[in-house]
């Protein structure tokens, strides 16, 4: 980060925490004014449920145990970016085909928009907020840095947690093996080349992910 | 989405009777497939059984044959030992599937069972006889260039449907003629993979052949020779991560450079796995050659129909089983 000091690009670390607490604060008041549920659904037909008829959930969230009460319908996505503000998990087509939703459960990837959060329990949860050591970042999200791996950004913590999988899973021994077991991250700004660049740097390199 | 009611029984028994029991009641394995339909609202089921807590994951061998538990993922089923060295075709298509988070999560019974991608059965705007009955198609006049060639309804077409089934992995097991092992009130059965999903006809609601409550526990793949020249040919709109225009799942059995035996099947042309058995056995005694495969792939569109946005099927469809079988043989 240090590379590119509060630029307009790629803004610092404060810059960064100002914009998304201002995010924060207008996503509130906005929810204040048009979404009086917490659990509305984008068709609004269905009423939220009440608070007695949620169920219990335990499970663990980047190393944290949690204890939450939630409606069955819940996905583990509007979970983790609704209930609990970790909005680092991004919802994209909201369907299984973007990938942008990309977290690990026990380990593996999976699509956390198509994984209802009740059927959870017990699993561990690592999203893109559990990737980094304190403020020193995974090798990949350097690397995803240093090779220009992003231009929105919108699909970078899937995109970068899925890396984490495909080398784990013995799947980035080539640029067209990598884009073969990358497929189901899409980025709409076309950065491909660079993204398979960033992990191909860190799978050569031999770096732990 | 509608509220539902969440269970996660741990007996078999537990969960066949709550499904058997409740007319709204459907199991959820990985949910991939299921979760995206109730959030448009085509499944509105008031009952979850999630049936995760099942002992239903192993693969194993068994006399005769390799028995593939439900709940095994896609992804364990691909790089499974036992699957790469009897049946490395599976591997194969299961691999062209769908993504690295998606074959995580979905599973062998789920595949199976897994509806078609027909944008008008997604979209409640449209009519839907699959979704409703007698409700019309929308695909027959609209822009139907994914849609079936094969096994299309010949009595009321306007009353059936002409989507085709999405699965990968179900061309391959129809071409290794599998069985799924389902069990169910009355207790348990085998059906042959040609038997398991149904052409559309006059109930195009219904995609197989289980019975309500039935529960997939496993497939079994018998034994056979087919390691060696195997191929499984995807052709999509992009390199990966799209269902099959038209797939070709094909294992062959040589002998002194001729055909001993052979299996082939297609995915992207009909309501099912398009197994072709007539072809198979006219290439039996036949020369390994391009000949060979092209009057083979002619002989495999006999009766095929397209409708108006579909019709580079029957080109691509032949081209494809030719590919396909010379794949299988590394003839160039």
Redesign the interface.
């Known amino acids: 980060m240090d590379e590119f000091p509060g630029s307009e690009a790629h803004p610092g670390p404060d810059h960064q925490e100002d914009r998304r607490l201002f995010l924060k604060q207008s996503l509130a008041l906005a929810g204040l004014t048009f979404t009086p549920f917490p659990f509305q659904q984008a068709d609004g037909a269905e009423p939220p449920l009440a608070d007695a008829d949620k169920i219990p959930l335990s499970l663990s969230i980047n190393g944290t145990k949690r204890r939450l009460a939630i409606d069955p319908r819940s996905t583990l996505l509007d979970l983790l970016r609704e209930q609990l503000g970790l909005t680092g998990t991004k919802k994209g087509c909201d369907f299984g085909q973007c990938g942008a939703c990309t977290v690990h459960v026990d380990g593996q990837r999976v699509l956390s928009c198509l994984s209802f959060a009740i059927m959870q329990q017990g699993k561990k949860i690592m999203t893109i907020e559990g990737l980094s050591n304190g403020t020193q970042l995974h090798p990949l999200q350097e690397s995803f840095i240093k090779h220009d791996g992003f231009q929105c950004g919108y699909c970078t913590p899937g995109q970068v947690m899925s890396a984490v999988s495909c080398i784990r899973e013995g799947h980035a021994n080539s640029e067209a093996e990598i884009q073969e077991y990358m497929s189901g991250n899409l980025c709409r700004c076309g950065a491909y080349p660079n993204i398979v660049k960033a992990i191909m740097d860190v799978k050569t390199g031999g770096q732990a992910v | 989405?509608?509220?539902?009611?969440?269970v996660?029984p741990t007996r078999l028994k537990d969960a066949i009777e709550a499904v058997a029991s409740d007319p709204n009641a459907r199991y959820?394995a990985g949910?991939?497939n299921l979760?995206?339909l109730m959030?448009?609202?085509i499944d509105s089921s008031e009952k979850?059984v999630?049936i995760?807590g099942l002992p239903l994951k192993k693969i194993e061998k068994r006399n005769g044959f390799l028995r593939i538990g439900a709940l095994a993922l896609n992804?364990q089923v691909a790089q499974h030992k036992l699957v790469l060295e009897n049946h490395p075709l599976l591997a194969q298509a299961l691999n062209a599937g769908?993504?690295?988070?998606?074959r995580?999560?979905a599973t062998v019974g789920g595949n199976i069972l897994q509806r078609t991608r027909c944008p008008y059965f997604y979209d409640p705007v449209f009519p839907c006889n699959k979704r409703k009955p007698g409700a019309g198609c929308g695909a027959l006049e609209g822009i139907n260039r994914t849609h079936a060639i094969f096994g299309v309804s010949k009595n009321d077409p306007t009353q059936s449907c002409i989507a085709v089934h999405p699965s990968d992995f179900c061309v391959a097991l129809s071409a290794l003629d599998a069985t799924v092992v389902a069990v169910g009130i009355q207790g348990e059965r085998r059906i042959p993979f040609s038997n398991f999903h149904r052409l559309p006809e006059n109930r195009p609601d219904l995609d197989t052949n289980l019975e309500k409550g039935e529960l997939i526990v496993a497939v079994e793949i018998p034994d056979a020779v087919f390691t060696k020249h195997i191929h499984y040919l995807k052709i999509r709109d992009r390199?990966?991560?799209a269902f099959a225009l038209v797939s070709v799942a094909t294992a062959l059995d040589l002998e002194n450079n001729r055909i001993k035996s052979a299996r082939l099947a297609l995915g992207g042309v009909a309501h099912k796995p398009w197994r072709l058995l007539e072809v198979e056995k006219s290439l039996v005694g036949q020369p390994v050659s391009e000949a060979t495969f092209r009057k083979a792939a002619e002989l495999a569109m006999q009766g095929a129909k397209a409708f108006e946005h579909n019709t580079y099927k029957l080109t691509l469809t032949p081209n494809a089983i030719i590919q396909a079988l010379k794949n299988a043989v590394a003839l160039v």
């Not at chain 2, 769908?98 to 998606?102: F, I, M, R, Y």
Request: no cysteine; glycine share 10%; aromatic share 10%.
């Open positions: 989405m509608k509220p539902f009611q969440y996660r959820i949910g991939t979760i995206d959030k448009r609202g979850l999630d995760n992804s769908a993504s690295g988070q998606l995580n999560m390199a990966s991560y």
